[in-house]
């Protein structure tokens, strides 16, 4: 398997423009996150699935961010209308069973500044 | 709430030397706690995962050892390389909070020639 995969790697946008960040879970695993990693507050969770379900989105900062997972293999993560403090590297990650002692694997992120 | 600290913040030794990373959670009530390396502009590479049932983990020349009443765990590095160089991160996921993992703020660790 590749592992996560996340794409872009890197987004610059203009604020106000919407971005849509993409990550592939790894096959098999029923569960997958989103986390948002900065210099001021390091590494947050914004959401999580657990078969393709949204089952906590208490992360996510505010409406312009939205989260969905189609299908097992995919998910996206949209923010609309992006602002200047959204710029952080946003992490997707997969496991199985996190509480049954299964590792977390993490994608490469996607890099987003919006200036 | 569950909070995460790590320490030191930053810990720069010449290569060859033994080191240890700590780590510490306010709430013992985990399942189990990981612990990742994270190179520069780079993702999260899962090191070792220890569950609440255990006391240590070893892979290669890391050794993560688990205090689940003292809320407390160490990273071992073995001979250090620059190789080794990278931040370190700690993460747990909490009984009763779900199944995510909250991080600690990591330990950026330098290892010189």
């Known amino acids: 398997d590749a592992g996560v995969i996340q794409s872009p790697r890197h987004e610059v946008t203009e604020m106000g423009q919407e971005v849509t960040l993409r990550c592939k879970p790894i096959s098999g695993h029923d569960y997958l996150f989103w986390y948002r990693q900065t210099m001021m507050r390091g590494l947050e969770l914004l959401i999580y699935f657990n078969n393709n379900v949204p089952i906590d989105d208490s992360g996510m900062p505010e409406d312009r961010f939205s989260a969905k997972m189609p299908n097992a293999s995919f998910s996206t993560l949209k923010i609309q209308p992006s602002e200047p403090r959204d710029s952080a590297v946003y992490f997707c990650a997969s496991s199985l069973t996190p509480t049954g002692g299964t590792e977390a694997f993490f994608g490469q992120g996607t890099r987003l500044t919006v200036v | 709430k569950q909070e995460v600290t790590q320490i030191p913040a930053a810990l720069s030794v010449p290569e060859g030397e033994n080191l240890v990373l700590n780590c510490s959670f306010t709430d013992s009530a985990i399942y189990n706690l990981q612990w990742f390396r994270q190179d520069p502009g780079k993702g999260l590479t899962s090191l070792l995962l220890?569950?609440?049932?255990?006391r240590e983990q070893t892979s290669g020349r890391l050794n993560a050892s688990l205090d689940k009443s003292s809320g407390r765990s160490t990273l071992y590095i073995a001979a250090s390389q620059p190789g080794d160089s990278a931040t370190y991160l700690c993460a747990v996921i909490s009984a009763g909070g779900g199944n995510k993992l909250t991080f600690g703020t990591g330990t950026q660790l330098k290892v010189e020639l």
């Open positions: 220890i569950q609440s049932s255990q």
